[in-house]
């Protein structure tokens, strides 16, 4: 939500010379005009937007903006106080930088205001970073007003760290907290110049450039005027609902999509910018941003909320979308509120006879749980402080949690029961439901976390599935990654040739494991595909295999290559960008600028890992295997927490012969990061030599996290080759038992006949 700061995936950095707002001449010849510029004609919406989640969405640090005490308050985390307070009219803060020296920062940007409101240091580099501490401005008696630390667990080296890219505003936040917002980041000194034309979320952040609308306003009707002078329409997709025979709810008449939902998707999503200069209202919204799919960071393998999603990617999996529902059916755009009281939203289009509490709810009338929010939108707290309800309108699927472990309302209200009760209440309570035990794509989502046997095709059907919304099918499609085979071939050829822009988009991803005449193949088409993040995405695929490429398929990747390019560039105030060029220039044989490249992300984003890892594999390459190991040391110190380093490490010494510095490794990294199955199975492997019981526990370890019958076959393997041993013959006995749940017989056969 714009009152929030949330986490996208992006970084900035400005130059306090040339100073942050447009000058008004600059704002009029980008035909930009100002929020006060509305105020004459359309003063309700005027009043209306005052005070706002957008109004108030970012200010200059003022009386009329600030509501945290800055009146000398103190407040102690880790045994050190901090301090906030004021020197004249000027909001200031004792606190420890990334040096760890305590020292006064000045506030000079507010962000947001409820349920808490966060301040913004400048620095002369032209960044603008959020403070680790935010004021709670809730009422005391609902446990606020007061400062608390948003970030406690958090050291200088982690990304979401005061001072580094996650908390850094030009990256982060700016491009939807201020309108015209123009990074301007130059990638040679590493400094910000970013401008606006207004600081916070005006008319024009919504509405377009206003001047055209103003000269037809003004009377000026020399001229044909599409949409009163602006470039978009931001009105319903549906004008009229209809009532059906036998529905429970009206059903539009036609739909008629606008271009409201793309407007409100550039904030209300978690994506990645793309551009500044593709205009994503007009065209798509992957022309400008890369929209996150439902992956197992962001959302519960169903599709609920996981971490912040700010709501688009929840919508697009919904029945209302489906039905041409808009923001604007349930918000009032100008106070960002609910249009009508909660109670009286969803019985707009949802007949109240149908879904009473004596036929629906099973609650008490009036009471929270008979709230059609309460099931079918439940909240997650983020931010310790601030709940956010699930937009994909779910119907509770308690049998689903049962199985898979996913949350169900029903039991996160009734602590006290079992999900089977949950299901078996649903049952007695809706004996006709279609929805009891039904089909979900969350199952194939499940299998393929876990490594299930049987999961690719289950993926490949969700994929090809067109009674799925667009984002679960595109989702299940980039999840076709490890995946080969028929099926798979034939769910990614349909795809590349599908309407939606997310499907298409999903191949690439998805034809991960092709070999290049394959993948060439199936991706080919997309290099002329009519959306910028789909041609651009399959060009970053296809330059991996730049050295085998003939002229005629270097030529055809050529154009969208260099928009993939200048995507990097945009990028490059972050360790990803730069580090993506890099390895464009890698694939391309030109070392030097990767290198260069990837140096350069290491300046930018010290704490970046992949940055190290991807330098040290092609000093590698080049069999400079000293570099290789020197860069990856100088890379755990830089972000001691990655696993991926020590990783590597440990692959750089077992090249040079080093086995028992390379375990040691091994062992740091599946301590680092105890869940990725693949550090465990090497370090299980790296421990025959010295203890296979130890070597055992590491590879059954990695086996229980990923589930992969392959790392169970390896353990099997390993037991069966030393089962002279009495009691490691009985664990090979014992593991084949398990292993015949997964392998073929024959293989089963193979091993015991080693025994």
């Known amino acids: 939500m714009l009152k929030r700061f949330g986490r996208k995936l992006f970084l900035f950095i400005a130059t306090m010379g040339i100073g942050f707002a447009l000058s008004v001449a600059q704002a009029e010849d980008a035909g930009f005009v100002g929020s006060k510029a509305c105020l004459d004609c359309h003063q309700q919406e005027y009043q209306q937007w005052l005070g706002s989640d957008h109004e108030m969405a970012m200010k200059h640090a003022d009386e009329a903006s600030v509501l945290g005490d800055f009146n000398d308050a103190r407040f102690e985390f880790a045994g050190v106080e901090n301090r906030f307070f004021k020197k004249g009219e000027q909001y200031w803060v004792n606190i420890q930088g990334d040096d760890g020296q305590y020292r006064d920062y000045q506030i000079k940007y507010t962000f947001g205001y409820d349920p808490l409101q966060q301040y913004m240091v400048e620095f002369e580099d032209g960044r603008v970073q959020l403070i680790p501490f935010a004021w709670d401005s809730r009422s005391k008696e609902e446990g606020g007003q007061r400062w608390f630390h948003l970030y406690p667990d958090l050291t200088p080296t982690d990304e979401f760290y005061w001072t580094n890219s996650g908390q850094n505003w030009n990256f982060m936040c700016a491009d939807c907290h201020s309108t015209n917002l123009e990074k301007n980041y130059d990638r040679e000194k590493d400094i910000y110049a970013t401008t606006w034309s207004e600081i916070n979320v005006g008319c024009e952040a919504c509405h377009g450039k206003g001047q055209a609308h103003m000269t037809w306003a003004n009377g000026d009707r020399t001229s044909q005027v599409v949409h009163l002078g602006f470039d978009r329409d931001l009105s319903k997709a549906v004008k009229e609902w209809v009532f059906e025979e036998n529905m429970p709810a009206l059903q539009p008449k036609s739909i008629h999509p606008t271009d409201q939902m793309t407007m409100c998707a550039q904030c209300h999503s978690r994506r990645t910018q793309l551009t500044e200069d593709k205009d994503h209202v007009q065209g798509h919204l992957l022309d400008r941003y890369r929209l996150s799919l439902i992956t197992p960071e962001l959302y519960h393998a169903d599709g609920q909320i996981f971490d912040e999603d700010y709501v688009y990617g929840s919508f697009l999996q919904s029945k209302m979308a489906e039905k041409g529902v808009s923001c604007t059916n349930c ?36 009471s929270e749980a008979s709230k059609c929010t309460t099931c079918h939108m439940p909240e997650t707290t983020y931010m310790q402080v601030d709940p956010r309800r699930d937009h994909s309108w779910q119907i509770p699927r308690p049998d689903l949690s049962t199985h898979l472990g996913t949350p169900n309302v029903c039991t996160s209200c009734h602590e006290d029961q079992t999900n089977e009760w949950a299901s078996e209440s649903l049952a007695k309570w809706f004996p006709n439901s279609k929805h009891q035990n039904q089909q979900h794509f969350a199952v194939a989502f499940y299998a393929a976390e876990i490594g299930y046997q049987g999961a690719e095709d289950a993926l490949a059907y969700t994929a090809q599935d067109n009674t799925q919304r667009d984002i679960v099918r595109a989702s299940a499609t980039s999840r076709l990654a490890p995946y080969q085979g028929k099926n798979i071939t034939v769910a990614l050829a349909r795809a590349v040739k599908h309407d939606s822009e997310l499907i298409r988009v999903s191949a690439v991803q998805g034809s991960a494991s092709f070999e290049l005449r394959d993948r060439w193949q199936i991706l080919a088409p997309l290099l002329e595909d009519k959306v910028l993040g789909v041609r651009t995405e399959a060009a970053s ?46 694939a391309q044989g030109n070392y030097a600028q990767a290198i260069k490249e990837y140096e350069g992300a290491k300046a930018v984003e010290p704490y970046f890992a992949n940055s190290y890892v991807n330098l040290a594999d092609l000093y590698r390459v080049q069999g400079k295997e000293p570099q290789v190991f020197s860069t990856l040391k100088q890379g755990i110190k830089a972000q001691p927490k990655s696993g991926a380093l020590r990783y590597s490490a440990a692959l750089s010494l077992l090249r040079q012969g080093k086995n028992n510095q390379a375990t040691q490794y091994l062992q740091q990294a599946t301590e680092v990061e105890p869940d990725n199955a693949q550090y465990w199975y090497l370090y299980g492997l790296s421990l025959e030599s010295t203890s296979v019981p130890q070597a055992s526990k590491a590879l059954d370890k990695s086996f229980r996290i990923s589930g992969n019958p392959q790392q169970l076959y390896a353990r099997c393997e390993m037991l069966v080759k030393y089962s002279k041993d009495p009691s490691i013959e009985f664990q090979a006995r014992q593991c084949i038992i398990e292993l015949e749940k997964y392998a073929p017989p024959e293989v089963v056969k193979g091993l015991r006949a080693k025994l």
């Open 331 to 366: 918000h009032n755009p100008h106070t960002a509120k609910l249009e009508i009281v909660e109670e009286a939203v969803c019985s707009q289009c949802h007949l109240p006879t149908n879904f009473s509490p004596e036929n629906h709810t099973f609650h008490d009338k009036d």
């Open 541 to 586: 695929a296809l330059v991996v295999y730049w050295a085998e490429l003939n002229e005629q398929q270097k030529q055809a990747l050529a154009k969208p290559l260099q928009e993939y390019v200048e995507i990097q560039e945009f990028n490059s105030d972050r360790g990803f960008g730069r580090t993506n060029l890099g390895n464009v220039y890698r």
